[in-house]
């Protein structure tokens, strides 16, 4: 096909854009995803898939009594499989594999993401504009490399979510099988998967409701079995590929429920400049994080969005269910406010950065979307000369707005998840105020930097917490065999202090170089010029 013929044939013009997006994003991930350091969770969710394969492989029930043992294993243990069936041993080797499969995992989720806003827009190029969006979110495009819990949670999330409104709107045997899957998939990352199963069945309610409204009462029974089939082929998927579930299946997944409900995580969240316990936290906490660390035109088309959903809405009475679009919007206002809802009234344990809720980010990004196609509709209704000019007008606010983002992103990469927006982004030294580098994953090229200036065998590196014994194990081979871990800094060459903060410093520790972003230290880098050999 001739460039000509793409270029002025709009449809095969907008597939060409799609197809460009989504060879560009591949192959963007392919290159920088050996980039990134160990985040703070990635060996404990190694050990996780350990014990499992264990469990399944070799009879051993350590996992029956392991601390862990009730996290889903949908990706770890098929990650853990294949490195094994492929050979990995290096430790290396086998942290770069995770993060390929990781990316690809959010790459696969980008592309529901993208049939997901087709099939609610039928639009491509606006479809295309929300992937752009989420890919354009600093904090979730690093996750999207390390991330194997919230992440792919998100990008499993995403898909459910295209399955269940597909099968809703086009019910087949097909689409019901593949919701199925993607359901009991969704469950085995993270339990809290079960709303999905929650708004397969409120979906086929308001159907029933409508049908009853509508004396459509035949109906009814062929939407109960469906939902029935539907229920019990999701459990019996779900228990088929979580082992934990195979000794006592209904009161291991209670329990489940009961311990990923709040799980007993007592560590320290900084917010605001105050230290708080996980348990304790503000209840503005997580809307809060999200204001400030979003783009801000997303957040301002967010709200454009949403006004735009609850004036239609407001519209519609028992006919919603059978409004296509409504029906969308009630989905993405429940997928974004209802688990938000229930953080700020019950306020369970938050992780830094609120980071458990990152699923429900992609439903923002759509109402964002919405909000944009509404502004841009608005100036539909002007004379044809001055359409082109508010398109254009529009499009440049638009490209301006997301340049920083972008520019942010590849100049703070490998650490795009420290960003924050304009309303606090231009200060200084931000890791006093808020949660930084808290996953630790600058450890790695601060460790690359020591190994670079300092050629000694037994170099001794002193660690205050886990982020230097998980980082070492990603540097090559004969660095990890000329460094030494020790967690008593007076007996040091070098130190690493984690998050900045730490204990005091012996005196004869001097800060000789620092990772940061932007002005602000993610982890300095102290040289001790006088260890302690006793």
């Not at 460039?3 to 989504?22: G, H, N, P, T």
């Not at 006004?307 to 519209?315: D, M, R």
């Not at 450890?443 to 020591?450: G, K, S, T, V």
Request: charged residues 15%; contains cysteine; hydrophobic residues 50%.
């Amino acid at each position: 096909m001739r460039l000509a013929d793409i270029l002025v044939d709009k449809e095969l013009r907008e597939q060409s854009m799609v197809c460009l997006f989504f060879i560009a994003l591949l192959l963007l991930g392919l290159f920088i995803f050996s980039d990134y350091g160990i985040s703070w969770d990635e060996p404990a969710q190694r050990q996780i898939a350990e014990h499992n394969y264990n469990y399944i492989f070799h009879s051993n029930d350590s996992l029956l009594w392991f601390k862990d043992r009730f996290y889903g294993v949908a990706f770890e243990l098929p990650a853990y499989m294949i490195e094994k069936l492929i050979g990995i041993e290096d430790s290396q080797s086998s942290y770069f594999f995770r993060h390929l499969l990781i990316f690809l995992v959010f790459y696969l989720g980008v592309y529901f993401f993208y049939k997901l806003n087709m099939l609610y827009f039928n639009r491509r190029l606006i479809s295309l504009t929300a992937c752009l969006f989420l890919v354009l979110s600093p904090r979730i495009f690093a996750h999207a490399f390390y991330n194997s819990k919230d992440l792919v949670f998100l990008s499993i999330f995403i898909i459910s979510i295209y399955t269940m409104l597909s099968y809703h709107f086009q019910p087949t045997r097909l689409r019901l099988l593949a919701h199925v899957l993607l359901s009991a998939l969704l469950i085995n990352v993270r339990v809290i998967g079960i709303v999905v199963v929650a708004g397969t069945f409120l979906l086929h309610l308001g159907m029933m409701l409508v049908d009853c409204w509508n004396k459509n009462y035949r109906q009814i029974p062929k939407r109960l079995l469906e939902v029935i089939i539907y229920f019990v082929a999701t459990a019996v998927l779900l228990l088929a590929t979580w082992p934990i579930l195979w000794s006592d299946p209904i009161n291991n997944f209670i329990k489940t429920i009961e311990v990923m409900a709040n799980f007993p995580w007592y560590g320290y969240v900084l917010y605001s400049g105050v230290i708080y316990q996980s348990d304790s936290l503000p209840w503005h906490y997580v809307p809060f994080w999200i204001a400030i660390s979003t783009p801000l035109i997303y957040l301002f088309l967010f709200i454009l969005g949403l006004i735009k959903y609850f004036v239609f809405i407001g519209k519609e009475k028992w006919q919603t269910f059978k409004n296509r679009e409504t029906v969308f919007r009630l989905v993405f206002l429940a997928w974004l406010f209802l688990v938000m809802a229930y953080v700020m009234a019950y306020r369970p344990i938050i992780y830094n950065g609120g980071r458990q809720l990152y699923f429900i980010y992609p439903a923002l990004i759509i109402i964002a979307t919405d909000g944009l196609l509404w502004l841009y509709k608005a100036g539909m209704t002007l004379s044809l000369r001055a359409q082109n000019f508010y398109k254009s007008v529009l499009l440049v606010i638009v490209a301006a707005t997301l340049f920083p983002v972008a520019s942010f992103m590849i100049t703070a990469h490998p650490y795009q998840d420290v960003y924050f927006n304009e309303i606090i982004g231009k200060q200084k030294n931000i890791q006093t105020q808020f949660e930084f580098d808290y996953w630790g994953l600058s450890c790695r090229q601060a460790m690359e930097y020591i190994a670079s200036i300092d050629k000694r065998e037994g170099l001794l590196i002193g660690y205050d917490t886990n982020s230097p014994i998980n980082n070492i194990s990603i540097l090559p081979e004969a660095d990890r065999r000329r460094m030494r871990l020790t967690n008593r800094p007076y007996m040091a060459d070098y130190f690493l202090p984690y998050r900045s903060r730490s204990l005091p410093l012996p005196p004869y520790c001097t800060e000789i170089s620092a990772i940061t972003v932007n002005d602000s230290k993610l982890l300095p880098i102290y040289k001790c010029l006088k260890p302690l050999n006793n």
